[in-house]
């Protein structure tokens, strides 16, 4: 017998961005599972955003999670790229 | 890193990757920004910079010890409020110049990080003119001061970061190696993520920016020569070399270095220079300093004597000048290692040299210039335009100031318009990538988006055509002193030259020039160009086939124009509107040039083309231009009545080729399309009957209509592959022009119908359209099909009964060519094809192995063209026939 474990989703509040991700990082529990991170109100990312991001995927990477973003617009995944952040996470349309 | 470089520490390089992570982040976030939001940060930056620019200069002084205070609070200010007036209306962001005539838009893309190396001698000043360049282009810097100005150069980044990031500009925007090694910077030049080093410094610094393999900006030395030539306003000049020169204790690299003065104002000039407070230095002093402030071993000036007054240098070189002296100055005799202070000197020490001449003193300039001041800056002071320019020719400078100071004026916006720097690219003779004034362009990558933009088309056609039975009768409406007429034995003999003779206005003077019924060559044209300088021709008339009205064109061209140079003006060209050869538009002579054709098919009676032999060379030239087209053209059926059935049918199929080639050429456009159809429709309708029943006077009529209708096509559409096929197998094997197209045309139609393996660029198409305008021509000719395909099937079949119904071969080989004597000819026949200019106007860019596949078609013969792929199966056509 197999269990599915539905994927834990978190819209990314636009105003908030950084204390949003910082938040998220705080609910990351120890063991894997997936994690999808809404980026649909997501409009222009700052650099603290940046790093908050930077610091979830490593806590992902250290836990078995894996985070998907869903929602982001062509400009935000242009800034992920120039960051080198793109490739550590997976993208939903 | 460099190769000695001694390794850095895992702390070291964990410092320096944090360095670089914080401003890629930073210029990540940064490119988000809009216009609006950086010029919301540029201008409390600009402010903050002008407040503090005081404060810098202070700090730069005294931890420097190195120029004067006041000259550096100016620098500061002239680097954020001229620099500002420079950039704040200039669009650094998305969009940043648009050219709608040309359909091109310019569009900025920040580099990311930049590396930034500043001097020692502009500490400050450089960093707030790189810190306001950054933030107008969104880019992220990391700056690495000289280590002798790190106090003064970070606290200027520091001011410049906190006004940056509290008016919205990312954290980690800028930021200052805390202390630094070269192999921190080597590190940091290296870096993948850095994407642009700007090395504002010494030679050392510069060439370590260009060696990293780095996109770099980089500033060579300077050496500026200044010549101050006899006619110049002298009190002027001697105050602008004062202030350039003592500015800042001489620091800025523009400063001057050698001033060549003419003889007859030496004199004046330097007591001119006395009375302003400079201490002339007699022949032992200048050999004192020299030995003083030049590294002897080096031949480079001492470090301890940068950005010093020159009273203190006075001191050093043991030179007693009085109080308040600001400028030194150094008599010398040549330029070199023997003249220690012929080279850059960055403190107020100058060289002079006195000239005997103007030349003598453009000489010494170069040398000067030559002397490790390559691509830098050079001064000329006259009122002598042509010294100006002989100067301005002479020296190799980014900068070539003219009747101003050296040093500002090389810094732009202060004497002249030039833009505002504190950074000089100094060209490829400085070991740059660039001579201008380093400015908010080098700091962007410029996206250029063009637009796809047709290019110009045309459609060229002889001032007046006349045809019909008996148009020769119009020759009355040109009334002429002396009119020769060209033709060819057996026209004059039938009695043709007769007719056109009595057509003529009474009064006019007619001479007969008869040249052999063939190709022209170059002793013809010759003999035809005497004829018209004899009789001081105002009118020529070419009567005959192709190769007279050819003849004619060209003796008209050298008659008019006796310097035309056929062979280069023979040379090969792909657009005729950007030729490099231009036809002559200087005439000795003008001459009206009728043309009466009396064959239906080449219409060179309507085209700009003309073709002769080069006996000697054994080739044949092709001339290509609107000025050959004759002015005149008549298209009297009566003149080809009595065209023999072989002429009839060749010259017939030459004319169906035409048609073709046009209707399909990448060339084509309504304007052709319409005469190419015509024509196509007039030639399957009336070349049989005219073939059938030469004495069918409507036939003969139409046909020769026809011909001038598609010759109009493709005087301005040109034709195609059939052609370049033709023209190779006609000559290799002795093929009159019209039958070898004749062999070649159900194959090439069946090779432009299918889909390409290379498409011919071409702006002009919007799609790939030869096989719809096959098939528009197969609906036009009533073939009937439903698809197109089908269409270009029955238009194929359509052509290939034409041509059984004309009697011509079925195939290459029916004309006794063997086999292996064709395989022998092949690569001949395929290169000369290739060479030939027909094809690049096909729709179809042939491949060699394809012209050579088309050759073997054409040898096995009709209905055993090789079925391709057709190019859109099974469509309707509903399309425009024009494209």
New interface residues.
């Given amino acids: 017998m197999t269990t599915t474990i539905a994927p834990v989703c978190f819209a990314i509040d636009g105003e908030r961005v950084t204390q949003a991700l910082q938040s998220v990082r705080e609910k990351l529990d120890s063991g894997s599972g997936e994690l999808i991170l809404d980026f649909s109100a997501v409009h222009r990312i700052a650099p603290g955003a940046l790093r908050a991001l930077e610091a979830l995927a490593r806590v992902a990477d250290e836990n078995s999670f894996k985070i998907a973003l869903r929602g982001v617009n062509v400009e935000i995944y242009k800034v992920l790229k120039l960051a080198q952040l793109a490739g550590r996470f997976s993208f939903l349309s | 890193m460099p190769e000695n470089a001694a390794p850095l520490s895992e702390e070291r390089i964990a410092y320096l990757e944090g360095l670089v992570s914080?401003a890629?982040?930073?210029?990540?976030?940064f490119?988000?920004c809009t216009q609006e939001d950086v010029d919301r940060i540029v201008k409390p930056m600009v402010i903050a910079g002008l407040k503090q620019a005081q404060y810098l200069a202070r700090l730069a002084v005294e931890e420097t010890h190195i120029g004067v205070l006041e000259d550096k609070a100016l620098k500061n200010m002239v680097a954020t409020e001229f620099v500002y007036n420079y950039v704040k209306d200039k669009r650094t962001v998305g969009v940043i110049r648009e050219y709608p005539e040309r359909g091109l838009i310019e569009l900025a893309e920040p580099i990311?990080v930049i590396f930034s190396l500043t001097p020692i001698t502009n500490p400050t000043s450089t960093v707030l003119f790189k810190c306001i360049m950054a933030i107008k282009t969104r880019n992220a810097v990391i700056f690495s001061p000289h280590p002798s100005s790190w106090h003064c150069c970070s606290e200027a980044v520091r001011i410049m970061y906190e006004t940056a990031v509290k008016h919205g500009a990312?954290?980690?925007v800028f930021t200052c190696l805390e202390s630094h090694t070269l192999e921190d910077n080597a590190y940091l030049m290296h870096h993948k993520?850095v994407g642009l080093i700007d090395a504002t410094g010494g030679p050392g610094a510069v060439k370590a920016a260009y060696s990293s393999g780095k996109p770099a900006l980089g500033v060579g030395p300077g050496n500026t020569p200044v010549y101050l030539e006899k006619t110049a306003d002298l009190d002027m000049a001697v105050v602008d070399i004062i202030t350039s020169k003592t500015f800042d204790n001489g620091t800025i690299c523009a400063s001057e270095q050698t001033v060549v003065i003419d003889d007859e104002i030496y004199d004046r000039v330097l007591k001119k220079f006395a009375d302003l407070g400079t201490h002339i230095c007699n022949e032992k002093e200048t050999a004192q300093l020299g030995r003083t402030v030049i590294d002897p071993a080096t031949g480079f000036m001492q470090p301890m004597a940068v950005g010093q007054k020159a009273a203190d240098i006075a001191r050093f070189a043991g030179i007693s000048v009085k109080p308040g002296t600001k400028l030194l100055i150094a008599p010398i005799k040549g330029v070199g290692r023997e003249y220690p202070l012929s080279v850059e000197k960055l403190f107020p020490v100058l060289a002079v040299y006195r000239a005997k001449s103007a030349d003598e003193a453009l000489k010494v300039c170069v040398d000067v210039n030559r002397a490790g001041g390559l691509g830098h800056t050079a001064v000329v002071f006259s009122n002598n335009q042509e010294i100006i320019h002989r100067f301005g020719d002479v020296i190799n400078a980014g900068r070539i100031i003219v009747n101003s100071p050296g040093s500002i004026g090389a810094l732009g916006g202060v004497y002249n318009d030039m833009v505002p720097t504190f950074s000089f690219g100094c060209g490829t003779g400085g070991g740059n990538s660039t001579t201008d004034n380093i400015n908010v362009y080098h700091y962007l990558n410029i996206k250029r988006m063009a637009r796809r933009t047709p290019a110009h088309m045309w459609f060229r056609v002889p001032n007046q055509i006349y045809f019909n039975m008996n148009a020769v009768e119009n020759l009355r409406n040109f009334p002429s002193r002396s009119t020769v007429i060209i033709s060819n034995p057996p026209l004059e003999q039938i009695g043709h030259v007769d007719i056109v003779r009595r057509s003529l206005p009474p009064q006019t003077q007619v001479r007969v020039t008869i040249i052999p019924d063939a190709e022209p060559d170059i002793k013809i044209i010759a003999q035809g160009v005497e004829a018209l300088n004899f009789y001081k021709a105002d009118q020529i008339i070419a009567l005959g086939g192709g190769s007279v009205i050819d003849a004619a064109k060209i003796m008209k061209l050298k008659y008019e124009s006796p310097q035309a140079d056929l062979e280069e003006l023979a040379a090969p060209f792909l657009d005729i509107r950007k030729r490099v050869v231009q036809y002559p538009t200087e005439k000795v002579n003008h001459s009206r040039l009728i043309a009466i054709s009396t064959t239906s098919g080449t219409g060179s009676e309507v085209t700009p083309f003309a073709v002769m032999t080069d006996k000697e060379r054994g080739i044949k030239v092709t001339l290509a231009d609107y000025s050959l087209t004759p002015d005149v053209a008549i298209v009297d059926p009566q003149f080809v009545m009595s065209m023999p059935k072989g002429l009839t049918v060749d010259t017939g199929i030459d004319c169906l080729t035409h048609a073709l080639e046009a209707g399909v050429s990448i060339y084509a456009s309504p304007y052709t399309d319409s005469n190419a159809v015509q024509a196509v429709r007039l030639v399957f309708k009336y070349l049989p009957e005219a073939y059938e029943n030469p004495g069918d006077e409507e036939a003969r009529t139409m046909m020769h209509n026809a011909a001038c209708i598609a010759a109009i096509a493709f005087s301005n559409a040109s034709v195609g592959v059939n052609h370049a096929l033709a023209h190779s197998f006609g000559a290799r094997f002795g093929v009159a022009h019209g039958r070898a197209n004749a062999l070649m045309l159900p194959h090439v139609i069946a090779y432009n119908a299918a889909v390409p393996t290379k498409f011919m660029p071409s702006p002009n198409q919007r799609a790939y359209v030869a096989h719809k305008k096959y098939a528009m021509m197969a609906d036009l000719l009533g073939l009937g099909g439903h698809t197109v395909e089908e269409k270009v099937q029955k238009l194929i079949a359509a052509t290939e009964q034409l041509l059984d119904r004309l009697g011509v071969p079925r195939s290459i080989a029916e004309l006794g060519i063997s086999k292996e004597d064709f395989e022998r000819a092949m690569p001949e026949l395929t290169k000369n094809a290739f060479d030939d200019p027909s094809w690049r106007s096909n729709p179809r860019m042939p491949l060699i192995t394809e012209l050579a596949e088309l050759y073997w078609s054409a040898y096995r013969g009709r209905g055993t063209a090789k079925k391709e792929e057709p190019a859109v199966p099974k469509q309707q056509v509903k399309e425009e026939l024009c494209v």
């Fill in positions: 914080q890629r982040t930073a210029a990540a976030a490119s988000q990311g990312p954290e980690g993520d």
